[in-house]
């Protein structure tokens, strides 16, 4: 298993930047394929971006393409989010999860086992 915990999170204006970051505790964090979500008020729980296990390959929801990036340190059991150019419609909770069988259906939240307890981001315009 493998506990998450979401940092980072905050209140800033269009067209600032915020780092999220996703510590890990528990076993074997480099066989986690790594995924980072968001959630607005009364909107479904939708994908923002992932990492594969050795942090090689990316992808990311088109919406926050050239303006987020996801890595990760393996050997400090963390995964972060970078973000960019924010924009007041990136306001949410932000979740980290992990994907243990490293599943190539990515964007699907029923695809990772575990789940932080989310972060807040509201972007102010």
């Known amino acids: 298993q493998v506990q998450l915990v979401e940092s980072g999170g905050g209140l800033v204006q269009a067209g600032g930047s915020l780092r999220l970051s996703c510590a890990a505790s528990?076993?074997?964090?480099?066989?986690?394929?790594m995924g980072w979500f968001r959630q607005a008020p009364g909107k479904e729980r939708e994908f923002v971006a992932r990492?594969?296990?050795?942090?090689?390959?990316?992808y990311y929801a088109d919406s926050v393409k050239g303006r987020f990036t996801i890595s990760r340190d393996n050997a400090k059991n963390t995964v972060s989010l970078q973000m960019n150019s924010l924009k007041p419609e990136d306001t949410a909770n932000y979740y980290c999860?992990?994907?243990?069988?490293?599943?190539?259906?990515?964007?699907?939240?029923?695809?990772?086992?575990?789940w932080g307890q989310g972060t807040q981001v509201t972007v102010s315009s």
């Open positions: 990492i594969s296990r050795s942090g090689i390959t990316t």
């Open positions: 528990g076993r074997a964090f480099s066989n986690y394929a």
């Open positions: 999860a992990a994907d243990e069988r490293g599943s190539y259906r990515y964007q699907s939240t029923n695809e990772y086992e575990y």
